[in-house]
């Protein structure tokens, strides 16, 4: 989002972007590969080998599906209305992460650090809520906060953005008594200090932005092979 000559972007990312742009019924490496190669037609075997070492399948397996998102009800209706099985599919959730990096996650971080380069105000937000899913903030603010599934996270979700909108800032008034927590710039006064809110569903953290990590470098350093 930008306003203006006083720029201000507000970032945000779920964590699983890359559900909506994965076949469901991906099962191999081999798979994932052609389906990726409708995205990148110029990659050629050295570059899916990096790909395949950059997401190894063990990352996808065992303690991973220990995520509550894998008990929500969003889990249940992939099994029972998509025949998929959630927890049994590990290429799947491979796939659908570097689907996600690709085309959401590793762009806020680039966005987010470009904008800090020419010393903009930069938030970004990782939502970790709802459905995980794409879009997932969207039912926070497109309802009363007593008609969502989470009252009190949606009140903090809107005093964020209300408070944003009003004054390019999303910590400079408050707009409701909901907990919540001081959303930094990405920046500060460090410029390798990428910083973002990680929202849960009653819970908030600052942390150090995950998308910045040597998956996302290596998509943007062959950006001639994945940019077409």
Request: charged share 20%; proline share 5%.
């Amino acid at each position: 989002m930008a306003l203006g000559h006083r720029s201000v972007v507000v970032d945000h990312a779920d964590r699983r972007k890359g559900v909506a742009f994965t076949n469901f019924s991906t099962s191999t490496w081999n798979e994932t590969v052609e389906n990726l190669k409708a995205l990148w037609p110029e990659a050629g075997a050295t570059f899916f080998a990096r790909v395949e070492q950059l997401y190894p399948l063990s990352d996808f397996s065992g303690t991973y599906f220990d995520n509550e998102f894998f008990s929500s009800q969003t889990a249940d209706l992939f099994e029972s209305s998509l025949n998929f099985s959630v927890k049994s599919n590990s290429e799947y959730w491979r796939a659908q992460q570097i689907y996600g990096d690709y085309v959401i996650n590793c762009p806020t971080y680039y966005q987010a650090s470009a904008f800090s380069e020419h010393n903009l105000p930069v938030y970004k937000l990782i939502f970790n809520a709802g459905t995980e899913l794409h879009g997932a903030p969207q039912s926070f603010f497109q309802s009363a906060p007593t008609e969502t599934p989470e009252p009190d996270l949606a009140r903090a979700m809107l005093g964020y953005w209300t408070s944003f909108t009003t004054t390019l800032d999303p910590n400079a008034l408050a707009y409701s008594n909901a907990s919540t927590s001081v959303w930094p710039r990405y920046t500060g006064g460090n410029q390798t200090d990428f910083r973002v809110l990680e929202v849960y569903r009653d819970s908030f953290k600052v942390r150090s932005d995950p998308d910045a990590n040597a998956r996302c470098e290596f998509l943007y350093g062959r950006s001639r092979i994945v940019l077409n």
